[in-house]
């Protein structure tokens, strides 16, 4: 099972330039989400989508967007970069979002370096 | 402002040594997990644990929940080198009826063969 798959794995972009990162799951969960992982910083949430259809601002959504295309996919923009949005994005998926007892299954990241 | 602190943040033991690492907070979870992360991986989840006082053991590892749902602790019990990896912390707190998941800092392991 190929489980959330996440492309590129890396990428390096000049300010300004603008990115599309995809992110797709084959579990059949209802919610999905985008992360930053930096540093000292632990994981912070960009923007999540609790079911197909709705999509909401996480902790640090400044600079992004993000689509929910179909159930399985959840892709975010990054319409004008910059080098504070270098880091490691990870997209994850559960079942649902509310539940207390959720399970969050994470990709494998991709590393953007923004210059 | 970081919600969960974790401690130590990095920890380079010997093989066979046991270690803890914490997760603490000022706010009270609904629940919390642990993840462990691998290099170029994404955290892959250890275990949740939902009730205060709640202790539960994967094998070596024995996770608590504070009675007050406001930290945890993870213990391992003669570590191995293929413990290494980033340990990361993650509580569900309840904001106004929207349920969103607060990481820790992390805590990288280094275990030495």
């Known amino acids: 099972n190929a489980g959330v798959t996440q492309t590129p794995k890396f990428q390096v972009l000049k300010t300004g330039q603008s990115m599309t990162l995809q992110c797709a799951q084959d579990?059949?969960?209802?919610?999905m989400y985008w992360y930053r992982q930096d540093p000292g910083m632990g994981l912070r949430l960009i923007y999540y989508s609790a079911s197909e259809g709705t999509t909401d601002k996480g902790e640090v959504p400044n600079g992004y967007n993000v689509s929910r295309l179909n159930k399985r996919e959840f892709s975010l923009r990054l319409e004008s970069a910059a080098p504070s949005q270098t880091s490691v994005y990870f997209c994850a998926s559960s079942v649902f979002r509310t539940a207390t007892n959720e399970k969050l299954f994470f990709g494998s990241g991709t590393q953007l370096s923004v210059l | 402002t970081q919600l969960l602190e974790q401690s130590p943040q990095f920890l380079s033991i010997q093989e066979g040594e046991n270690l803890t690492v914490y997760c603490n907070s000022s706010?009270?979870?609904?629940?919390l997990q642990w993840y462990r992360q691998e290099p170029g991986e994404g955290p892959v989840l250890l275990v949740t644990?939902?009730?205060?006082?709640e202790v539960k053991k994967l094998k070596r590892l024995t996770f608590q929940f504070g009675d007050a749902r406001k930290d945890s602790s993870l213990h391992i019990t003669a570590a191995q080198p293929g413990d290494t990896g980033l340990y990361l912390c993650?509580?569900?707190?309840?904001?106004?009826?929207?349920?969103?998941?607060?990481f820790g800092t992390g805590t990288r392991l280094k275990v030495l063969a």
């Open positions: 706010s009270v979870f609904s629940s």
């Open positions: 579990m059949n969960h209802n919610s």
């Open positions: 993650a509580g569900l707190l309840n904001f106004s009826g929207t349920y969103k998941y607060i």
């Open positions: 644990v939902v009730t205060g006082g």
